[in-house]
């Protein structure tokens, strides 16, 4: 790997699977079982200049479960960059302050231009409608765990993206990891004006995937492995698509319905969260709370082991884990949710 993770285009499939492979020796520290120390003293940059929960919060969890520190900075309103202070100067003192450094940032390319002034280990925590790579990690860990649970292989699966295809930043990361396996399936269904980029689409092509657009749900997914859905990010829409938007129709949502008529007991669901569950939002259904497809919540645990597998790579601690063991002594529940099953 690179000394930063700012785009799975740093990846091949080698450095996926070292990662898929830490991540799973990361499962019973981020289930809480067993401790580790290995960063100790070390202390993380959360620079978060967009609004985020899950992603921030998951970074600092994933950080101090591997007995590191972590300072905390939330948008621009509280920070030198809105006194002027460019990226740059940001990226340096930061940098004097941390051993690690995640950012997320409204503007594509921002969080490459912040890395460009370090050698500290940077990662990307989200450029506008760029790149997530950290949670396309986690999903092709998901992927990955709910295919061995199923008794399925990534090769030949039929893989369904549904929903914001454009400005949904979780998902140009996730085809691009997609495509470095064995030939996949593709099919993208996203409403009118916010279809997946060309350019992306040519990509997954090239190293050999079958790929198909459709504009409707309305068709058998029988053959289906995974449904990846995706909520409408207007906030990044220009006042143009906001005046011309209609909204999306259910005619796009997956809910029960969908999944019961023309899927299978084995289709898994996904989501890269928050979901939209406003009425008339038509985001992935709240009637699949409780149904084992529903791999969401699973989804947001297995960010915090692969989280953990990123940070233990870039600052070469990974090696060091299975010495560094003990067990929790706090009470632990059995089940996280009311309805994990």
């Not at 785009?7 to 289930?31: C, G, K, T």
């Not at 620079?47 to 969890?61: C, M």
């Not at 993208?188 to 790929?211: C, F, K, N, Y």
Request: proline share 4%; with cysteine.
């Amino acid at each position: 790997m690179s000394p930063h993770l700012l785009s799975v285009d740093s990846l091949n499939r080698d450095s996926v699977n070292h990662l898929l492979r830490v991540a799973a020796q990361m499962e019973p520290i981020a289930q809480r079982r067993q401790i580790t120390r290995v960063l100790e003293g070390a202390v993380l940059g959360n620079l978060f200049f967009e609004a985020s929960t899950r992603t921030r919060v998951s970074f600092h969890t994933a950080f101090c479960r591997l007995g590191g520190s972590v300072c905390d900075t939330t948008g621009f309103t509280f920070s030198s960059m809105a006194k002027g202070e460019s990226l740059y100067d940001t990226s340096r003192v930061m940098s004097g302050y941390c051993d690690a450094i995640v950012m997320r940032h409204p503007d594509q390319g921002s969080v490459a231009e912040f890395a460009a002034a370090t050698n500290v280990p940077v990662i990307n925590g989200g450029d506008g409608p760029g790149e997530h790579p950290s949670q396309a990690l986690l999903d092709i860990y998901t992927i990955d765990k709910e295919f061995q649970r199923l008794g399925k292989s990534f090769s030949g699966a039929h893989i369904l993206m549904t929903g914001d295809l454009k400005y949904g930043r979780t998902v140009h990361s996730l085809i691009k990891l997609l495509s470095l396996y064995d030939p996949l399936r593709i099919t993208l269904v996203s409403p009118p004006g916010l279809e997946m980029p060309t350019a992306l689409i040519d990509l997954v092509t090239s190293r050999g995937h079958q790929v198909e657009v459709r504009d409707h749900l309305a068709t058998d997914f029988s053959d289906l492995d995974v449904v990846y859905t995706t909520r409408i990010q207007k906030e990044r829409f220009t006042e143009e698509m906001n005046e011309n938007f209609q909204g999306i129709s259910d005619d796009f949502m997956v809910n029960k319905a969908f999944l019961d008529q023309r899927c299978t007991d084995s289709t898994i669901i996904m989501h890269p969260l928050p979901r939209d569950s406003r009425a008339g939002a038509n985001d992935l259904n709240v009637d699949l709370n409780g149904d084992p497809r529903l791999a969401i919540f699973r989804q947001t645990d297995n960010g915090i082991s692969m989280r953990m597998a990123i940070f233990a790579t870039l600052l070469q601690v990974d090696t060091l884990i299975e010495k560094d063991l003990r067990p929790v002594r706090w009470f632990v529940p059995s089940q996280i949710g009311t309805l994990d099953r």
